[in-house]
């Protein structure tokens, strides 16, 4: 079965995913993640992730815990600039979606 791309279930009705919660939704399957965790999320969309990073981030991050990776921070900065949702945006960096699919790719890449 091919997986739909995080970015895929970014903003898109029936459900309306902010960044945080496509990159779960996007890897729901490889890791097992129910869909409550991913409905908790929301919380964590739109600068509102734990030091204000973007949720894309904080999401994959998460992910990355569950294998005993190393977080994505320095990785995903040197493709969209800054760590944080404020400062990407301030900056305009790269969109929303763009930070999906920065976050989805970065994810692909390490399991």
Do not use: W, Y
């Not at 949720?55 to 990785?75: D, F, R, S, V, W």
């Not at 949702?85 to 399991?111: F, G, M, Q």
């Amino acid at each position: 079965m091919k997986r739909i791309k995080s970015e895929d279930h970014f903003r898109k009705t029936p459900h309306n995913f902010n960044c945080a919660q496509a990159i779960l939704k996007g890897f729901q399957h490889h890791f097992q993640i129910e869909d409550e965790v991913i409905e908790a999320f929301r919380a964590h969309g739109g600068g509102r992730a734990a030091g204000g990073l973007c949720g894309a981030l904080h999401a994959a991050n998460h992910l990355m815990e569950k294998i005993g990776h190393e977080p994505l921070n320095e990785h995903f900065a040197q493709k969209t600039t800054h760590e944080k949702c404020r400062e990407i945006k301030l900056n305009k960096s790269c969109t929303c979606e763009e930070c999906v699919k920065i976050a989805d790719e970065l994810i692909s890449s390490r399991i």
